[in-house]
């Protein structure tokens, strides 16, 4: 198994379905990230999770709504999406959340919202 | 806010030629990293900088960082096709948090 594993890798929905992205690290490490990824814009910080908690959320609108059942596991519930919400969305973990980490960085899921 | 620029946003080059990208802030740093992304693919760090003046090499990609901590530089020499990719700096503020200030990236693509 690779490090940092998502799932879907490529996602279309519609503006009125729901959907969740998965991601599972294989790495023993405690924090885990979701970032969204924009043409031309830096990467956006989303949510932290530090040992099961929720530490950060980056003023991120309630149609999505993570899920950290674990260290090893992170989810992203959508629903009810705008177009302007289609980006690359990347899942990283580190060994702890603090100063100086290094993040390991999953492939992606490309969500395209119609 | 801190921010990162990095310049130039996108380069592109013949096999064997060298190239710099920019790293620039007004603030602090207490480290930077340099990720790489190819296509399809997330980021993977290359290396990390936390001393002022510091100068790492990894083969023929040499990092610095600026004397200030506000600044770092990637400078590849003799590029190869395979350098292809999004190379992103990224930075740890002065806020004592784990949360990373990245850069909008540098398109690289490396020609044959």
């Known amino acids: 198994e690779t490090g940092v594993t998502q799932t879907p890798r490529h996602l279309v929905m519609g503006m009125t379905n729901k959907k969740s992205l998965k991601c599972e690290q294989h790495l023993g490490h405690n924090a885990m990230y979701w970032y969204k990824q924009s043409a031309k814009k830096p990467l956006e910080l989303m949510f932290v999770?530090?040992?099961?908690?929720?530490?950060e959320n980056n003023s991120v609108p309630s149609r999505f709504s993570p899920e950290c059942p674990n260290s090893s596991h992170l989810f992203l519930h959508l629903h009810t999406l705008q177009p302007e919400d289609s980006a690359l969305y990347l899942c990283?973990?580190?060994?702890?959340?603090?100063?100086?980490?290094?993040?390991?960085f999953g492939s992606g899921t490309q969500l395209s919202v119609l | 806010t801190q921010l990162l620029e990095q310049s130039p946003q996108f380069l592109s080059i013949q096999e064997g030629e060298n190239l710099t990208v920019y790293c620039n802030s007004s603030s602090v740093f207490s480290s930077l990293q340099w990720y790489r992304q190819e296509p399809g693919e997330g980021p993977v760090l290359l290396v990390t900088v936390v001393t002022g003046g510091e100068v790492k090499k990894l083969k023929r990609l040499t990092f610095q960082f600026g004397d200030a901590r506000k600044d770092s530089s990637l400078h590849i020499t003799a590029a190869q096709p395979g350098d292809t990719g999004l190379y992103l700096c990224?930075?740890?503020?002065?806020?004592?948090?784990?949360?990373?200030?990245f850069g909008q990236g540098t398109t690289l693509q490396v020609k044959p």
């Open positions: 990224a930075g740890h503020g002065s806020s004592n948090t784990g949360k990373l200030i």
């Open positions: 990283a973990s580190s060994q702890v959340w603090g100063p100086d980490e290094k993040l390991f």
């Open positions: 999770y530090n040992f099961k908690e929720q530490t």
